[in-house]
T-cell receptor, first 112, second 114 residues
Framework: QKEVEQNSGPLSVPEGAIASLNCTYS??????FFWYRQYSGKSPELIMS????GDKEDGRFTAQLNKASQYVSLLIRDSQPSDSATYLC????????????FGPGTRLSVLP | KAGVTQTPRYLIKTRGQQVTLSCSPI?????VSWYQQTPGQGLQFLFEYFSETQRNKGNFPGRFSGRQFSNSRSEMNVSTLELGDSALYLC?????????????FGPGTRLLVL
C-alpha cells in the first residue's frame, strides 16, 4: 500500500512568517514529488515539483526533498493571507504514466 | 492556451442511476487522469488514459469506468450510483504522462447522489 502522510493541521502562522509544511511517503523508489494548493471549492493548482534531493526555490516557495528519509517539505516565506489554503503533497509512484497518491492535505491559515 | 475543461460542473442523480462525466485536456496533452475527492477520503486516483488505453488504475470498483477518444478527450462513467459516490470528480492532463510530468487539473464536476 503506497501512502503519503501529512499533518492535517490547521497550521496557523502570522502574516510575514515562514510556514513549513511536511510530507512523508512510503515507497523508497518514488521519483516525482509535487506540491499543490487548493482553495476551498476549487481544484488543486500546482505550486512546485521536485525530483532530486535538496532544495528547489521558486519565489517565496522552497521545496525540499530527502529521499533517504522519504521526506518532502514546502516552505512558504513571507506568508500572506492569500496563502491560506489546503496544501496537498502528491507522489507519483510510477515512472511510467501517472499514478499520483495524494496526502490528506495540510490546512494553512495565515493570520493578518 | 485553454486549460482543462470538465462538463458538467454540477450534477444531481439518484441512487441506481448512471452518470457520464466529460473532460477535455489541455491542447497537446495526451494523458488524462481522473480523481475522486471527498472530505473523508481526500483525493483518490481512479485511472489514467493515454492514447485511448487505460494505462494505470486505482482501487475503485468496476462500476467506475472510463475511455479516451482519439482527440484525447476522456469520459468517465459511474454505473449504479451509490450515496457514497457523491464527490468532486477531478480530471487532470499532462503531456505524455511520464512520471516527472506535471498534471494540470480541471475545475471538477460536483456530483450529488440522492
Amino acid at each position: 500500500q503506497k501512502e503519503v502522510e501529512q499533518n492535517s493541521g490547521p497550521l496557523s502562522v502570522p502574516e510575514g512568517a515562514i510556514a513549513s509544511l511536511n510530507c512523508t511517503y512510503s515507497d523508497r523508489g518514488s521519483q516525482s514529488f509535487f506540491w499543490y494548493r487548493q482553495y476551498s471549492g476549487k481544484s488543486p493548482e500546482l505550486i512546485m515539483s521536485i525530483y532530486s534531493n535538496g532544495d528547489k526555490e521558486d519565489g517565496r516557495f522552497t521545496a525540499q526533498l530527502n529521499k533517504a528519509s522519504q521526506y518532502v517539505s514546502l516552505l512558504i516565506r513571507d506568508s500572506q493571507p492569500s496563502d491560506s489554503a489546503t496544501y496537498l503533497c502528491a507522489v507519483n509512484f510510477h515512472n511510467y504514466g501517472q499514478n499520483f497518491v495524494f496526502g490528506p492535505g495540510t490546512r494553512l491559515s495565515v493570520l493578518p | 492556451k485553454a486549460g482543462v475543461t470538465q462538463t458538467p460542473r454540477y450534477l444531481i442523480k439518484t441512487r441506481g442511476q448512471q452518470v457520464t462525466l466529460s473532460c477535455s485536456p489541455i491542447s497537446g496533452h495526451r494523458s488524462v487522469s481522473w480523481y475522486q475527492q471527498t472530505p473523508g477520503q481526500g483525493l483518490q486516483f481512479l485511472f489514467e488514459y493515454f492514447s485511448e488505453t487505460q494505462r494505470n488504475k486505482g482501487n475503485f470498483p468496476g462500476r467506475f469506468s472510463g475511455r479516451q477518444f482519439s482527440n484525447s478527450r476522456s469520459e468517465m462513467n459511474v454505473s449504479t450510483l451509490e450515496l457514497g459516490d457523491s464527490a468532486l470528480y477531478l480530471c487532470a492532463s499532462s503531456l505524455g504522462g511520464q512520471g516527472q510530468e506535471t498534471q494540470y487539473f480541471g475545475p471538477g464536476t460536483r456530483l450529488l447522489v440522492l
